[in-house]
């Protein structure tokens, strides 16, 4: 099993609203990444855990809260969202230890739309 | 900082000619170097990746790049491109913190 699974694929929500966005992986890497990325633009990254705890913060603000429950699920929490957050989210995992280490997967994306 | 800078935004080429994207980027030490093709609303599929060893690397669906220190450059190649590889193209630095180029759109015309 080689892929990353990002639920829900599109997400439209209202700036008062809370919600979550989920990312699961069964190959065993223990390194997982959020990024952001605007149309026609790069990915940016925002979070980087590794052995479920946060390693990189790239000063995301805090309505973006990630929290990583066991080795294999990454959530993004989101709260108070403007609409210039709207963008396709990206989660992504990577081997820590061995040979193919440094290479990400990554997953189809969620597509988030804040009205 | 590492960065990476990718000088082409948008390369057309017709069916069955040859591609080269360019990569040109900056890290600190020994470079971690990926290409990853993305289409439209997709995620990020990875094409090679260079860590360390033949400076000649081979990928997926016919892909090469070649890795130049003395010129900071990690371009990628293909003999012959096809209908099908119409997409996005991000060179990517790093290790645990990757980053990606801002991308090259490839256009294929028949």
């Known amino acids: 099993d080689t892929e990353v699974t990002q639920t829900p694929k599109h997400l439209v929500m209202g700036m008062t609203n809370k919600k979550s966005l989920k990312c699961e992986q069964h190959?065993?890497?223990?390194?997982m990444y959020w990024y952001k990325q605007k149309a026609k633009k790069p990915p940016e990254l925002m979070f980087v855990y590794s052995y479920e705890k946060l390693s990189i913060n790239e000063s995301v603000p805090s309505r973006f809260s990630p929290e990583c429950p066991n080795s294999s699920l990454l959530n993004l929490h989101l709260h108070a969202l403007q609409p210039e957050d709207s963008a396709l989210y990206l989660c992504a995992s990577r081997q820590v230890a061995g040979v193919n280490t440094g290479e990400l997967f990554f997953g189809e994306g969620s597509r988030l739309t804040v009205l | 900082a590492q960065s990476v800078t990718q000088p082409d935004i948008h390369i057309t080429v017709s069916e069955g000619a040859s591609l080269e994207l360019r990569c040109n980027y900056s890290y600190g030490a020994t470079p971690y170097l990926f290409w990853y093709v993305q289409s439209p609303g997709q995620g990020l599929q990875l094409l090679l990746k260079?860590?360390?060893?033949?400076?000649l690397v081979q990928g997926i669906k016919g892909f090469e790049a070649e890795f130049k220190r003395s010129q900071s450059s990690f371009n990628l190649r293909k003999p012959s491109v096809h209908w099908s590889d119409a997409a996005e193209y991000f060179c990517?630095?790093?290790?645990?913190?990757?980053?990606f180029g801002t991308g090259t759109k490839l256009q294929v015309i028949p």
């Open positions: 990517a630095v790093g290790y645990q913190k990757v980053t």
């Open positions: 260079y860590f360390s060893g033949d400076t």
């Open positions: 190959m065993g890497h223990r390194a």
